[in-house]
């Protein structure tokens, strides 16, 4: 009975991540750098990744997160901690796709087996014209207070005036 409870948990944690991994796209890993050695399993590492916004374009951002190494980051069972920095750029001109809502998800991941997400949030600055982006994890249990805030002042691009950040808030 015990085997079928924990198959059946397994199967439900990874249901939840093909479901969220289908919802985004994947982020394009850009470097690794060891931070602790280890002898006989994986280094503790730093991860730099880029994503572009899927809502936005003419926006990337790119976030460093911690890999655990070890027996536990090698089965992938290691909780991963909430460390994890942001920077966002416009890299083109900026065309809105579609409407999006104040702290709307951008990208989330797993990084726990269980308990623990990263997600990257979208808002806009309407007085300011400026898109503002939020990463933070979230345990199921008590949440995370680390977090890390990047802007993208909208400008034009070339002879394209720049758009208005506010005409595209779902309200």
Known sequence: MKSFARAAVTAFALALGAASAAAAEDPDLIFKRST??????????????????????????????????GVEGMLGLAEETSDISLACRQIGPIAFKDKFEQGSDMYRERRSLFFKKMQIVRGCDVKRNVLVYLVYSDKLIEGSPKNSTSTVPIMPWGDAPAPKCADYLDD
């Open 36 to 69: 602790v050695w280890k002898l006989l399993t994986p280094d503790h590492k730093l991860a730099v990744y880029a994503i572009d916004d899927p809502v936005v374009d003419g926006v990337a951002c790119h976030f460093t997160v911690p890999e655990k190494g």
